[in-house]
C-alpha cells in the first residue's frame, strides 16, 4: 500500500519532533508500505540535525513545497539567536517580544504555518490525481499540517489518519497563551473539525486518547520509542554521580524542587559535595539558569547546548541518573516526553518529577526502570536521590528494566502498519 505523510518537521530538522515518522518510514518497508513524504522547501527550525539526513531511506520520494513564515519578517525585529518555537516561551520576554507572541497567538491560527495550508492543499490535490496513495497522513504539531489533511480529505475522499505528537488545545503551554476568546474558541473549533472527520487518529498516550475518544470512536495510541544505536561501542560510565536531563527545560519544567533537594543534600553530606555532576542538555529557559545559582549549585551544573542526536545516546548511555522533569501543568497526567523511551534503551535508572499517576508514571512502574516523584514532595525526593547515591558509592547503581521491546521502534511500525491497513 502506498501512503502520503505531511509533515513540517523532516530532516535536516533537530529535536524530538522528527523522530517519530523518520523512524516509522525506516521500518515501513518491513511490512509492505510505500511512503511518500511531503514537506517544507525552505523550513525555519529552531534547531538542525544534519546526522538525521544519513537515516532518510534513498530511494524515498520526498516532495518539497516553500513556505511563507511571518517568523521570517519577525526575526528581522531581533537580534540574537532564532526565535524558539511556540513550545518554549520565554518566562521573562521583552516587551517586543510579548507584543509577538499576542499576535502569534490571536492572528495566526492554528500556527505561525497558516499560511502554507492553501499551496500546500493545491499542489498535494494535483499530485494524488497522478499519483493516488491509500492514506493521507498529517502530523502536528504544527496543526496547520492536519488542516492539510483536512482539506484534502475533503476533496479527494482519501482516508486519512492524523497523528498527534502532542495536543493541541491541551497542550502544556496553551495556558500560557495570551488568547482572547474568540482565538480560544476557533482553536477549539478547527480541532474538533480534525478530530470529527479524521477517519482514525494517533496519539502518543493513552489519556490522549480518553481526552479525544468522545470527538472520534477510532483512536489508537502508538507511543514514541527507541531504535537500535548508530554505535555499538562500549560506554564507560561517568566516574561522578551524573543526573543528566536531554531536551529542553522551560519555566514550567524547570524543577525548583530538585535543586532545593540537591542543594540540601550537597550542605548534609559531604562526599555527596564531592561527587554530583549534573548535566542539562538542550536550551534552558533563563528561570533554569537563575534557580541553579540562587540555590548554589552553578559548580555543580553543566549547561550543553544542543547536540546530535547520535551524541546524545552516548551522554544518556554514560550517564549514573537519568532525569525527567514534567511541566508543572493542568495536563501534566497526560505528557510523555520522548527521551523517556531512549532513557529506557540507555538501560540507567530514571528519576521522574511529575504526577505519579500519570502515563509517565506507569510506563516507568511498567519497565521497572526508574521512579516519579511527585512535584511538591521533596522530602520523597531526597530519600530516592540518596538511596541512587548509595547505590552508587557501593558500585552497584544499575537497572534490569523489562518490558521494553514493545516500545523499538520496528515494533512500533508493525503495529501501525495493522491501523493503516485496517483503514
Not at 255 to 277: G, I, Q
Request: glycine fraction near 6%; aromatic fraction near 10%.
Amino acid at each position: 500500500m502506498k501512503v502520503l505523510l505531511i509533515t513540517y518537521y523532516w530532516p535536516p530538522a533537530g529535536g524530538s519532533g522528527v523522530q517519530r515518522w523518520l523512524k516509522f518510514i525506516k521500518y515501513f518497508s518491513s511490512y509492505g508500505i510505500e511512503p511518500i513524504v511531503f514537506t517544507v522547501k525552505n523550513p525555519n527550525y529552531a534547531v538542525e540535525d544534519k546526522t538525521l539526513l544519513e537515516e532518510v531511506p534513498e530511494d524515498l520520494q520526498v516532495i518539497r513545497e516553500p513556505i511563507w513564515e511571518p517568523n521570517d519578517i519577525l526575526s528581522k525585529f531581533q537580534s540574537g539567536e532564532k526565535k524558539e518555537s511556540a513550545g518554549f516561551l520565554k518566562s521573562n520576554p521583552s516587551f517586543f517580544e510579548r507584543q509577538m507572541h499576542f499576535i502569534r497567538a490571536n492572528y495566526f491560527i492554528p500556527d505561525a504555518r497558516k499560511f502554507w495550508i492553501k499551496p500546500s492543499v493545491r499542489r498535494l490535490s494535483s499530485f494524488l490525481k497522478d499519483n493516488p496513495v491509500d492514506v493521507i497522513i498529517s502530523t502536528g504539531p504544527p496543526h496547520s499540517v492536519h488542516m492539510i489533511g483536512y482539506e484534502l480529505k475533503k476533496n479527494t475522499g482519501i482516508k486519512w489518519l492524523a497523528d498527534f505528537r502532542d495536543p493541541w488545545t491541551n497542550i502544556d503551554y496553551f495556558h500560557n497563551l495570551p488568547l482572547r476568546s474568540g482565538a480560544r474558541k476557533r482553536h477549539h473549533e478547527l480541532e474538533n473539525k480534525v478530530l470529527n472527520e479524521a477517519d482514525a487518529i494517533l496519539v502518543v498516550g493513552k489519556t490522549m486518547k480518553e481526552e479525544f475518544a468522545d470527538r472520534n470512536k477510532n483512536v489508537h495510541v502508538i507511543s514514541n520509542g527507541f531504535d537500535d544505536p548508530s554505535s555499538q561501542e562500549e560506554i564507560t560510565l561517568d566516574t561522578k554521580f551524573s543526573i543528566s536531563h536531554v531536551g529542553m527545560m522551560n519555566a514550567d519544567r524547570n524543577p525548583t524542587m530538585l535543586w532545593k533537594a540537591l542543594s540540601e543534600l550537597l550542605s548534609e553530606n559531604e562526599d555527596f559535595a564531592n561527587d554530583l555532576s549534573v548535566k542539562l542538555i538542550g536550551k534552558c529557559d533563563e528561570a533554569v539558569y537563575q534557580s541553579v545559582n540562587d540555590f548554589g549549585l552553578k559548580p555543580y551544573v553543566n549547561f550543553i547546548a544542543y547536540v546530535a542526536h547520535k551524541d546524545v545516546l552516548t551522554y544518556q548511555r554514560s550517564s549514573q541518573l537519568l532525569l525527567l522533569a514534567i511541566n508543572d501543568v493542568p495536563s501534566s497526567k497526560s505528557v510523555i516526553t520522548g527521551k523517556v523511551f531512549e532513557y529506557l534503551q540507555s538501560k540507567r535508572p530514571i528519576l521522574g518529577i511529575g504526577p505519579v499517576d500519570g502515563d509517565l508514571a506507569e510506563i516507568l512502574k511498567e519497565t521497572e526502570a526508574g521512579q516519579m516523584v511527585d512535584f511538591k514532595d521533596i522530602d520523597s525526593l531526597k530519600k530516592v536521590l540518596f538511596a541512587y547515591y548509595r547505590s552508587y558509592k557501593e558500585g552497584n547503581l544499575g537497572l534490569q528494566s523489562k518490558n521494553i521491546d514493545k516500545y523499538h521502534r520496528k515494533n512500533l511500525t508493525k503495529n501501525l502498519a495493522v491501523i493503516l491497513k485496517g483503514l
